[in-house]
């Protein structure tokens, strides 16, 4: 129903600048929160950023000042700057969305549900 696809991972070394890109497709009404979370080896997934539609924002204290988070509501992105990166930014990435779609619809009445949807994850590795 909901598709989210992740692009720009990749390697670079510390102190460079990536930045990842998330769309949303599908059976959308509309999208609440958008978010980034990653995941190292070894430990367990992590909030990054998130962003409301409203466009307010959540960082972890660890990214605050290098990882900017931005959304295009009309086309259902979000993006995440990541600049002065650091080895232990290394981990994959992944795109996280609340999505509004319609859980049933009869001839009066439509009802909706909020779906957690999920990227399949985009590797970032930051080389000393």
């Known amino acids: 129903q909901v598709q989210l696809v992740e692009s720009g991972g990749g390697l670079v070394q510390a102190g460079g600048s990536l930045r990842l890109s998330c769309a949303a497709s599908?059976?959308?009404?509309?999208?609440?929160?958008m978010g980034w979370y990653r995941q190292a080896p070894g430990k367990q997934r992590e909030l990054v950023a998130a962003?409301?539609?409203?466009?307010?924002?959540n960082y972890a204290d660890s990214v605050k000042g290098r990882f900017t988070i931005s959304r295009d509501n009309a086309k259902n992105t979000v993006n995440l700057q990541m600049n002065s990166l650091k080895p232990e930014d290394t981990a994959v990435y992944y795109c996280?969305?609340?999505?509004?779609?319609?859980?049933?619809?009869?001839?009066?009445?439509?009802?909706?549900?909020?779906?957690?949807?999920w990227g399949q994850g985009t590797l970032v590795t930051i080389s000393s």
């Open positions: 599908g059976s959308i009404v509309s999208i609440n929160a």
């Open positions: 996280n969305a609340e999505v509004k779609i319609t859980a049933a619809q009869t001839k009066d009445v439509i009802t909706f549900r909020t779906l957690d949807a």
């Open positions: 962003i409301t539609s409203g466009g307010n924002t």
